[in-house]
Structure formats: C-alpha cells, structure tokens
C-alpha cells in the first residue's frame, strides 16, 4: 500500500535561449486525499493567477485583454482536471498503484506540471538501483 505521497509543481518556459523550470511548490502528503487536495489546490491557485475574474478589487480597469482563441487555455484545463470526477478517479489510482502521476497543460510561453509519487515507489526505485555511490573512506584521527 501507497501511504505517503511527494508533490510537487513545475513551471517550465525559456529564459535567455534555455528551458528551465521553477518549482512553485512541493508538499509531503501522508495520505493519498491530501496528495490530490493540495495538487488540485495548486492547480486552480495558477488558474486564479492567470486567468483572474475582471473587475475584481486587485485589477485596474483596462489591465486584461482577452486573447484570441487560438491561444490554449491553461486555467481552463487545471480547473477542468480539478473538477472532472473521472480525472481524479484516474489520479487516485495512478497513486495507488504505485505510478507517477503527471498532468501538464502549456499555453505559448509555458508549461505548467504537477507531479506526484508514492514515497514507497521513490524507495523501490532507490534500492533497485544499486548500493550508493562511495566517496572513500574517512580518515581516522
């Protein structure tokens, strides 16, 4: 059994000729439902930064334009996959079988990743791979 989840959410674009990604956060769960809460709450948190509600408080009048329909529509697809039951049905049994979850959604500029795996998985793996890399023996004194 899949106990304890690793979280985390990625932005990857171009800076200066070079795809690079910025972590926006990372969350140890203990419990797969914790797992998908934060990873759907990270998800409409960039929604909401993206794509926030005109006339609001925090937005001077004339600040958003609409884009063209061409453009993808990144807060549509994180609130889509935060609402769709079937999507988090998906989720949760990627988690509890073991497998890395991964969604992206990118729009012209940048990608956007939530991830998350089983700690148990990450262990596996880690041990599967062989014993760890020796830097030699410390001197004694």
Excluded: K, N
């Excluded at 972590?23 to 990270?42: I, M, V």
């Excluded at 500029?109 to 410390?138: F, H, I, K, W």
């Amino acid at each position: 059994m899949h106990d304890e989840f690793v979280c985390h959410v990625t932005a990857y674009g171009v800076c200066g000729g070079r795809w690079i990604g910025v972590p926006l956060g990372t969350y140890r769960a203990p419990t797969l439902p914790l797992a998908l809460w934060w990873l759907r709450d990270r998800a409409l948190w960039i929604a909401d930064r993206l794509d926030p509600e005109p006339g609001g408080s925090a937005i001077p009048t004339g600040a958003l334009i609409e884009v063209t329909e061409t453009v993808p529509d990144v807060p549509s697809a994180l609130r889509t996959w935060c609402r769709e039951p079937q999507a988090q049905a998906r989720a949760a049994e990627e988690l509890s079988q073991g497998r890395l979850l991964r969604f992206a959604a990118q729009d012209d500029t940048t990608e956007y990743e939530l991830l998350a795996e089983s700690v148990d998985t990450l262990r596996m793996r880690r041990t599967a791979s062989g014993p760890a890399l020796s830097l030699g023996r410390v001197p004694s004194r």
